[in-house]
């Protein structure tokens, strides 16, 4: 397979994937065809790369489906200008796209040697304005804070109260919540001192590991 027929994948799914099921905001939709998803996955899994689900990254970790990673990422209405904490880096495809559509992006991972290759990633594809961290994603990364967005890409058994206050006033925190296997989308926002919630479709993410997350895997 060609980069030019990975180039025809990635248009095909954004429009099947992603504008179909209702996501049109040129610039999220643009991001996405930017970044080149089989570069995230290993060879054994690229002619899959573009499919309608999600992939194995090894250590127990997936790359989301395509859809879910829009989704989640347009629940932050990104304006170009904010700095975005991710908490879960994986194999690094969802902060390429952050990298594309805010000013700042750090990304927190907890198994160190997807953190290097996600690190290798960023380098090789040109992301400047993306820090790859070591950590317990869960105590977000204070060294940074606040953020105007915060996205977690792990699910967590309830909100972490770090994430909620490293939150810039006005900021979003979208973050999968539940149990083994389900889970419902949650989009907070801070109004100051205080914080909204909405809940929104149900997802299955792996375990938000840490001292706010899960001791151990599903």
Same mark, same amino acid.
């Given at each position: 397979?060609?980069? &030019?027929?990975? &180039? /025809?994948?990635?248009?095909?799914?954004?429009?099947?994937?992603?504008?179909?099921?209702?996501?049109?905001?040129?610039? /999220? =939709?643009?991001?996405?065809?930017?970044?080149?998803?089989?570069?995230?996955?290993?060879?054994?899994?690229?002619?899959?790369?573009?499919?309608?689900?999600? =992939? @194995?990254?090894?250590?127990?970790? &997936?790359? !989301?489906? @395509?859809?879910?990673?829009? =989704?989640?990422? !347009?629940? =932050?209405?990104?304006?170009?200008?904010?700095?975005? /904490?991710?908490?879960?880096?994986?194999?690094?495809?969802?902060?390429?796209? #952050?990298?594309?559509?805010?000013?700042?992006?750090?990304?927190?991972?907890?198994?160190?040697? #997807?953190?290097?290759?996600?690190?290798?990633?960023?380098? &090789?594809?040109? /992301?400047?304005?993306?820090?790859?961290?070591?950590? %317990?994603?869960?105590?977000?990364?204070?060294?940074?804070?606040?953020? %105007?967005?915060?996205?977690?890409?792990?699910?967590? @058994?309830?909100?972490?109260? @770090? #994430?909620?206050?490293? #939150?810039?006033?006005?900021?979003?925190?979208?973050?999968?919540?539940?149990?083994?296997?389900?889970?419902?989308?949650?989009?907070?926002?801070?109004?100051? %001192?205080?914080? !909204?919630?909405?809940?929104?479709?149900?997802?299955?993410?792996?375990?938000?590991?840490?001292?706010?997350?899960?001791? !151990?895997?599903?």
């Amino acid at each position: 397979m060609t980069e &030019t027929d990975y &180039t /025809l994948e990635r248009k095909q799914m954004v429009a099947g994937q992603i504008a179909r099921r209702g996501l049109h905001d040129p610039r /999220l =939709l643009a991001a996405i065809e930017a970044v080149p998803r089989h570069l995230f996955v290993d060879a054994a899994n690229r002619p899959w790369a573009y499919a309608d689900n999600p =992939l @194995p990254i090894g250590h127990g970790q &997936t790359i !989301s489906q @395509p859809y879910i990673v829009a =989704l989640m990422v !347009s629940l =932050l209405r990104l304006r170009g200008d904010e700095r975005v /904490l991710e908490v879960g880096t994986g194999s690094g495809y969802q902060a390429a796209i #952050l990298a594309h559509l805010a000013a700042e992006v750090h990304t927190v991972e907890f198994v160190p040697e #997807l953190a290097e290759s996600a690190r290798r990633m960023f380098e &090789t594809l040109g /992301l400047e304005n993306v820090s790859c961290h070591v950590g %317990d994603g869960s105590l977000g990364w204070k060294e940074a804070a606040p953020y %105007d967005a915060v996205i977690v890409a792990a699910a967590a @058994p309830g909100v972490p109260r @770090p #994430l909620l206050g490293q #939150l810039a006033e006005g900021g979003r925190l979208v973050i999968p919540v539940g149990g083994r296997g389900y889970q419902e989308l949650e989009t907070w926002r801070r109004r100051g %001192d205080d914080f !909204s919630m909405e809940k929104g479709i149900g997802v299955a993410f792996v375990p938000l590991l840490g001292e706010y997350g899960w001791k !151990s895997g599903f």
